[in-house]
């Protein structure tokens, strides 16, 4: 059936079209698969946080029974890296080791408790370093050796200072200028499935099956450290059990199996331990942020300035993406004429931290929405109104750059508030409200390695009436082969279910860069409708010649093409055209600014998200219970309602479990809570109930004009947590988590008559560099802008 | 030499005595719809029945189950015909990534079986051992309902 905007498939709630096979246990994940003649691959950890190798012994390892190959880093001395600029990490290391549960050796051996065995049989000599563990420890002088020998001073990894428009001038103009100081503590994704990787090496090609989120970066470093082109080695993305971004570098366990496949000729597997999980991180960045506002007494803004210290762990990972996301997105929110941002990421003996769900921006989005919740209350402005006033308007160019074109924002704070009775609620001490907001990227504008190939791809092949798609987006979860499948049914007149899909497939699918930033329904989708509208208009152009009129008037729907089932159709077109296959990709738009750095933040369309959190907080013991969220969340166009949903209730999830409970710290280099009983996330007893309201803006660019639905919504709702804190019981927590002992601190501050707060005491000096001043943009999207690089 | 009964279906084995009922689902008789989360008893990932009541299979060796109905999910659909629970699970959404899911289901099989209406509290507390991180748990919870309505 056809809808009001002649839509049969597109934005009807239909189930992911591999929900059965979820269901009944049939989907294989890569722990799943076990070949015969499998071997099982441990691998040796550092036990310090900061050493250097002086010898590794494997002898004994290798002559116990059932160890069939013993590797180390000098059988796989290449450095990689997700980032060109930060290849700094080893799948083994033999010189030194950065932090605890580095891997520094690797066995294949029949069974896994044999290989656990020969691993504790390799003799490591270690001439141990003074860690550096904290953001202040990093940027004083070492007292040992420097964690990397790059970066710094110190252990500075990257220092990034840009200024947009005048700062100063706007901070003069101000009627009301404020400071604040906030703390992120890091966490981690936790996906319920353990990271699993199993190898083949057959005629010379690597098959490697994983659970990443990107088989095509996992390709590419296989193919440098493994020395090989990338035509002898396959990466498949096997059924998924979770990510959140900490699927999205490779990792040391994936080149591991495949090198140790190549020497044994056998199947190799590993499958991280729980505990290893948490080694392996890339969650997360802790983050200590200073900003500074000036606002006139009406409540606008005129200049903001705004400091992150990022405590990056051992390695480069996505970090220095993850230091410019901290300040690139203020903007594509709040209207700021002036602005300047210095960025400052360090390494520590921890595991590297990396991109979590909204990747480096909640930790500022926490810190400007409090930030702005207190200027308001300064000015004695209501913070919803005050807020509002300085929305970004559609169709407009931020100072540093951003092309903002649909913006849903005035819809999404007009749901949350109305609903939630936010203006009318219930004041009284330990019953509170906070409100948010909140954007995010629909894809990254720029490739992780810059080149100006698409950054999806689309085929589809028709024969005999059945229909396959072929892209290599990966589905984790999300539903991304749902949005595919429903995408080239659309344009084809038939259901997802008609629809055969083959992903993440290295050999078999055309490149898309993956499930990160949000840019899976936006780019593939992209990509497939092209490729869809060119495979329909072969079947119309078939069709018309056959019922001899004209190819405008042959009608597509309902599983028919004009007169003709599509089977019949498919049958005359390939009679016409031989074999039928389209495709289609999509690239992004040219519109990173003319700096060094515009790099991160472009994106072709940015979602909004507003929220409101009603809870109840003890002032005596510091409990706090979330009683209600709403949420709204402009999505452009839901291409399945029912998916976005999913998307946005997982997303308040994640977004409360930062807010009141996960941490990943360590004590001596040593995670604190290595387990999933230790460390804290929200069980069903802790989940409130959600209400969300889909704003659909319709975006220009989008497929359908849809946005993404994955990561925004994540993002008010730890401010919106820390903001009814206040409401409730008049302290502020500028600190995430809003555990039950800061709250009590705070309280405790409060009737001595100190500040209420509880929050880091003052930002540190950091040696940023003089600011590359950046000329803003004309604001109008219709003005043109001198040429981006 | 250990007969065990799963899904109906009679297996006799000659495993190593420390292999847990987990690892010798998945790896002896070939049952991989049962995942693993932690392999300690934290998350609720691997839980199967036995004699209709949840067990964590990571923390069950295989004599102790010895005689007793173990029901994994691949035991839950009738031939090709799902279980109201895997159906409303894959109508509303309530599987994700789906790796938390067969634990999940399982859990939920054996609260409706002993209730055929539970509220949505008592659905919460009999969940309350099982971790998910993709749904927010709100799908899960509706889904839940809708399998009890529909076997009600």
């Keep these: ?789 | 030499m250990i007969a065990l009964e799963v899904n109906g279906e009679r297996f006799e084995l000659l495993l190593p005595v420390h292999k847990t009922l987990l690892e010798v689902l998945r790896e002896d008789m070939q049952l991989t719809g049962t995942k693993h989360g932690c392999e300690l008893g934290e998350c609720g990932t691997c839980t199967v029945l036995v004699d209709g009541r949840p067990e964590l299979s990571c923390l069950v060796l295989p004599i102790q189950v010895e005689g007793r109905k173990i029901t994994t999910v691949e035991g839950m659909a009738s031939g090709s015909q799902l279980h109201p629970l895997q159906r409303a699970f894959a109508e509303l959404g309530a599987a994700q990534c789906g790796y938390c899911t067969p634990g999940i289901l399982l859990a939920s099989k054996s609260l409706l079986d002993g209730n055929a209406r539970p509220t949505r509290d008592e659905i919460r507390a009999a969940l309350a051992g099982n971790l998910c991180r993709c749904t927010g748990y709100v799908k899960i919870l509706q889904a839940v309902e809708l399998a009890a309505e529909r076997m009600g």
């Design chain 1, 1 to 789: 059936m056809t809808d009001s905007n002649g839509f049969s498939v597109i934005g009807k709630a239909l189930p992911k079209v591999d929900g059965a096979m979820r269901v009944t246990g049939q989907a294989i994940y890569a722990d799943d698969m076990l070949p015969g003649r499998t071997l099982h691959c441990r691998i040796l950890r550092s036990p310090h946080p900061h050493a250097r190798i002086k010898s590794i012994d494997t002898s004994a390892a290798r002559r116990i029974p059932g160890v069939q190959a013993v590797i180390t880093g000098e059988d796989l001395p290449v450095k990689f890296g997700i980032l060109p600029v930060t290849q700094d990490e080893r799948a083994l290391e033999h010189e030194k080791v950065r932090y605890v549960g580095d891997p520094i050796a690797a066995v294949a051996a029949t069974e896994e408790e044999i290989a656990a065995a020969a691993c504790d049989a390799i003799d490591v000599e270690f001439d141990v370093l003074e860690p550096v563990m904290s953001i202040d420890a990093a940027l004083a002088n070492p007292r040992d050796e420097r964690i990397q020998d790059y970066g710094g001073p110190n252990n500075i990894h990257k220092l990034v200072a840009l200024e947009f428009g005048d700062v100063d001038a706007g901070f003069a103009k101000a009627d009301h200028v404020r400071d604040d100081v906030f703390f992120f503590q890091g966490n981690t994704h936790l996906p319920m499935e353990q990271h699993s990787a199993i190898a083949t090496y057959v005629d010379g090609k690597v098959t490697l099956w994983s659970s990443t989120q990107v088989v095509h970066y996992v390709h590419r470093a296989l193919a440098k450290v493994l020395e090989l082109p990338m035509n002898r080695i396959r990466v498949i993305g096997a059924a998924h059990g979770g990510g959140f971004g900490g699927k999205t570098d490779p990792f040391a366990h994936e080149i591991v199996v495949a090198k140790l496949a190549m020497l044994t000729g056998r199947p190799v597997k590993c499958t991280l331990t729980r505990e290893e999980v948490f080694y392996a991180h890339r969650g997360r960045h802790p983050v200590l942020m200073w900003v500074r506002t000036g606002v006139t007494k009406d409540g606008l803004i005129t200049a903001m300035h705004f400091r992150s210290a990022l405590d990056g762990g051992a390695y480069g990972s996505y970090g220095v993406a993850s230091t410019f996301y901290t300040g690139a997105l203020q903007t594509v929110t709040y209207d700021i004429p002036a602005y300047r941002f210095e960025g400052c990421r360090v390494f520590t003996n921890k595991p590297p931290c990396g991109p979590k769900r909204g990747h480096g921006t909640p930790q500022p989005r926490f810190a400007i929405e409090l930030h702005l919740e207190k200027i308001a209350r300064d000015l004695g402005l209501d913070p919803v109104d005050f807020k509002r006033r300085n929305f970004v308007k559609p169709m407009t160019r931020t100072v540093n750059w951003l092309r903002v074109t649909s913006c849903g924002l005035d819809d999404c704070v007009k749901n949350v508030i109305d609903q939630s009775g936010y203006r009318n609620r219930e004041r009284r001490p330990g019953r509170g409200m906070g409100f948010a907001i909140s954007s995010y990227l629909s894809g990254a504008g720029t490739a992780i390695y810059w080149n100006d190939m698409p950054h999806s791809e689309v085929q589809i092949k028709v024969d005999r009436g059945g229909v396959t798609a072929y892209c290599g987006a990966m589905d984790i979860g999300q539903g991304s082969d749902s949005v595919l499948a429903a995408i080239v049914a659309e344009e084809l007149g038939l259901q997802p279910d008609d629809i055969r899909l083959v992903t993440a497939d290295t050999d078999t699918t055309p490149i898309d860069l993956g499930s990160y930033s949000s840019r899976v329904t936006f780019m593939a989708g992209n990509a497939a409708i092209e490729a869809a509208r060119k495979m329909r208009a072969m079947l119309v152009e078939a069709a018309a010649a056959n019922m001899g009129g004209d190819p405008e008037s042959v009608a597509v729907g309902a599983g028919r093409i004009g007169d003709f089932s599509f089977e019949e159709a498919s049958i005359l077109a390939e009679t016409r055209f031989g074999t039928l296959t389209s495709a289609g990709s999509y690239t992004p738009p040219k519109i990173a600014g003319p700096y060094k750095g515009s790099g991160v933040g472009p994106s072709p369309a940015y979602s909004y998200s507003a929220c409101v959190v009603d809870l109840d907080a003890d002032a005596r013991t510091g409990l706090v219970k979330i009683n209600k969220v709403w949420i709204a969340h402009d999505v452009g166009h839901a291409i399945n309602p029912l998916l976005v949903e999913g998307q946005v209730e997982g997303s308040v999830y994640m977004g409360l479990g930062e807010a009141l409970m996960e941490e990943q710290t360590f004590r001596k280099g040593l995670h604190k809570w290595p387990s999933m009983l230790e460390y804290k996330s929200p069980t069903f007893l802790d989940m409130p109930e959600v209400e969300t309201f889909i704003v659909e803006t319709n975006d220009p660019e989008g497929p359908y004009g849809a946005k993404e639905a994955g990561q925004g919504p994540l993002l008010p709702v730890i401010p919106a947590v820390s903001a009814a804190v206040f409401d409730a019981l008049g302290v502020w927590i500028d600190e995430i988590p809003v555990t039950p002992e800061k709250i009590v601190e705070a309280m405790r501050r409060k009737a001595k008559g100190e500040p209420a707060r509880y929050g880091p005491p003052r930002f540190p000096d950091i040696p940023y560099p003089p600011c590359i001043k950046v000329e803003p943009p004309p604001k109008d999207l219709n003005v043109a802008a001198p040429a981006a690089i």
